[in-house]
């Protein structure tokens, strides 16, 4: 029950994360908001935030594929979709946009 309270709790934050992001970065045109046909405005899903945990670590994108028993396309299929919902480029943005939204 608590691993479930966290995650919802963590989902909810991303999604405010995400859509604050997206109006900084776009802005409000007009009393249009536009969030929410952004794909940046979606949460991330609960295989992405598994894998967001170990970005911060010095592992490779293979060890990271071995330790969660995938190959390394879907890694690196689930770091494109993370790097886009937060709107960065690398690990390190990524890293540190989690940090700031609390994920990590």
Do not use: C
């Not at 963590?10 to 802005?27: H, I």
């Not at 046909?37 to 949460?43: K, L, N, V």
């Not at 970005?55 to 494109?80: D, G, Q």
């Amino acid at each position: 029950d608590t691993f479930v309270s966290d995650l919802l709790a963590a989902w909810s934050d991303a999604e405010q994360w995400q859509a604050s992001r997206a109006r900084d970065r776009d802005g409000v045109r007009a009393g249009h908001d536009r969030t929410a046909s952004r794909p940046g405005a979606h949460p991330l899903t609960v295989r992405e935030l598994d894998l967001l945990r170990d970005l911060p670590s010095m592992l490779t994108v293979e060890e990271i594929a071995e330790a969660h028993v995938v190959s390394i396309n879907t890694v690196k299929t689930h770091l494109k979709s993370i790097y886009r919902k937060f709107g960065v480029t690398s690990r390190r943005d990524a890293v540190r946009a989690a940090r700031t939204a609390g994920l990590l």
